[in-house]
C-alpha cells in the first residue's frame, strides 16, 4: 500500500493557511492545550484528552512533530511542547482570558 504523500513545506505566503489546516483537525488543539504543562506520556495524554482512541492520538502527535510543535523524549517518554508550541500557546492567551467571561456568561444566561 503506498504512503500518503507529504504536503510540501508551506511558504511564508501560505503560513497562515497551514497553520489552520493544522488546528481544524479534531483534537489538534485540545493535545496542545494539555501539553501546556508539564511533559505527558502518550497514556497521560489520552487521557488528559477524555481517552480519544489511540489510534488518533498517535496520528495527531506525528502531525505535531512533523509540524515541530511538539516533541517527544525517549528518556522519560514524554511529549511536550517544543519552542515554536510554547510561542503558539503564548498567542492563545488572549483567547483564554476572553473564554473565561464568556463562558460565565453562557453559564449564568443558561441557569433558571
Known amino acids: 500500500m503506498p504512503s500518503p504523500r507529504r504536503p510540501a513545506p508551506p511558504s511564508a505566503k501560505d503560513a497562515i493557511n497551514a497553520a489552520l489546516d493544522l ?14 504543562g508539564a ?8 487521557s488528559a484528552c477524555g481517552d480519544l482512541s489511540a489510534s488518533v492520538l498517535s496520528q495527531r502527535l506525528a502531525e505535531l512533530r512533523e509540524a515541530l510543535l511538539v516533541e517527544h523524549e525517549a528518556a522519560d517518554g514524554g511529549y511536550r511542547l517544543t519552542a515554536h508550541g510554547r510561542e ?10 476572553w ?10 444566561r443558561s441557569s433558571p
Do not use: N
Not at 488546528?23 to 501546556?36: C, K, N, P, S, Y
Not at 473565561?100 to 449564568?108: I, K, N, T
Open 99 to 108: 473564554a473565561v467571561p464568556w463562558a460565565e456568561a453562557v453559564a449564568e
Open 23 to 36: 488546528f481544524q483537525r479534531r483534537w489538534t488543539l485540545r493535545i496542545l492545550w494539555e501539553l501546556r
Open 39 to 46: 511533559a505527558l506520556t502518550f497514556r497521560q495524554l489520552q
Open 88 to 97: 503558539l500557546l503564548a498567542a492563545f492567551e488572549p483567547l483564554q482570558r
